[in-house]
């Protein structure tokens, strides 16, 4: 196990900047996942801990020791792609002990650890199949159990579950999870999906444009995003944004949107300040009739079993509700809205800073 810190790196490919002066640490044995859209920069990160990516300014270290100039062999991680990346000419124990036979481990020391992380894995059955003979579930195990034989102090997963169908990467997301648990070992994890990010992680760092635009606990980004950006990539369905103004008197606020009040707990911000106000699809109720809520009207119900999605439009704006149980409602039915003002964000629209 190790720390790993990240201090002002910088990267770039010819003019175009791609990572801005990010700094991080990462405690020994931590589940540290690195989450954005495409092109933000967080494979970018990985491959330079992984010394595949020459790093253009900053420091980065594994328990103390910067290893900027140090080869990707000699750094003890161990990486796990997108792309699975094995032999096909080799069986699974080979593929699983190729990297001890280049170090001229013993065939001993080769046997016993190939047989552990098998068996870690699940893939004591598979040992003598060639790659081309598993499923990409297997595949993923086998290249999981190729790093796992290394006995690293990093584990690094570049987007692992990518090219699994949507049932295996539930499964397998439990597996890596376990196998953190049993294992301990500091790992660096790498998605798009914030589902991922959100299941897996101790610790998320949502990275946009080459920056890190919050680190937490999966719950500290959800309850409190930082901006915008992390308001609307966290959660899924994404969080309603509205454009509105804060309405303060005396110790109470609300938020003046779409021709309603919607509320929100005491904030910060001057009153008739522009603002925008988020609420999340599972923090609108609704209210009874004559209770003074937010008019509305359905427009898509998609019954989910034990929820129920809903499009619904306010004055124009299509909003998305989501609702435990089953809702009896249909396309065109109008019903009253009643947002928690506990559950409520408002951020400034020029900086997308939360007020």
């Known amino acids: 196990m190790a720390l790993v810190s990240f201090s002002q790196i910088e990267k770039s490919f010819g003019a175009t900047k791609v990572v801005h002066g990010i700094s991080l640490d990462i405690a020994d044995g931590e589940f540290m996942v690195l989450v954005g859209p495409s092109g933000c920069g967080k494979s970018t990160l990985l491959r330079m801990l992984a010394g595949l990516e020459e790093i253009g300014g900053g420091t980065i270290a594994i328990d ?43 065939n001993r020391v080769i046997e016993e650890r190939v047989s552990q992380a098998a068996r870690i894995l699940n893939l004591e059955p598979y040992l ?63 998605t798009h999906d914030q589902v991922e990010a959100m299941t897996m992680a ?18 500290e980004l959800y309850d409190r ?13 994404a969080m309603n944004i ?3 103004a804060l309405a303060k008197s005396g110790d109470s606020s609300c938020v003046k949107a779409l021709g ?36 509305a009207e359905v427009v898509v119900v ?6 129920t999605e809903l499009v619904v439009r306010v004055a ?20 009253s809205l009643s947002p928690e003002a506990g559950h409520a964000h408002v951020f400034d629209p020029a900086t997308g800073r939360r007020i």
Request: cysteine-free.
């Open 260 to 295: 309603q009040r919607w509320p929100v707990e005491s904030s910060g911000g001057t009153d008739g300040q522009p603002v925008k106000y988020g609420i999340r699809p599972e923090h609108i109720g609704f209210a009874g009739r004559g209770s003074g809520g937010i008019a």
């Open 64 to 106: 103390g020791r910067v290893v900027n100039d140090v080869d990707s062999k000699d750094r003890n991680v161990a990486m796990v792609f997108q792309s699975y990346a094995l032999y096909p000419h080799m069986t699974v124990r080979e593929n699983m002990g190729f990297s001890l036979r280049l170090r001229k481990e013993s």
């Open 316 to 335: 124009d704006v299509s909003l998305t509700v989501v609702t435990h149980g089953r809702a009896n409602l249909r396309p065109g039915d109008g019903l």
């Open 242 to 244: 509205l454009e509105g």
């Open 302 to 307: 998609e019954p989910m079993g034990a929820q």
């Open 225 to 237: 995003p930082a901006n915008l950006f992390v308001a609307q990539f966290i959660g899924s369905p």
């Open 202 to 219: 101790d610790r998320i760092a949502v990275v946009n444009d080459g920056r890190v635009e919050q680190l937490g606990t999966p719950l």
């Open 128 to 190: 003598d199949r060639y790659p081309r003979e598993l499923s990409g579930g297997q595949r993923q195990r086998v290249a999981m159990g190729r790093a796992i034989v290394r006995d690293p102090k990093v584990f690094l997963f570049d987007e692992p579950l990518s090219n699994l169908d949507a049932k295996l990467r539930v499964a397998m997301r439990a597996e890596i999870k376990a196998l953190h648990q049993r294992l301990k070992t500091t790992t660096v994890y790498v």
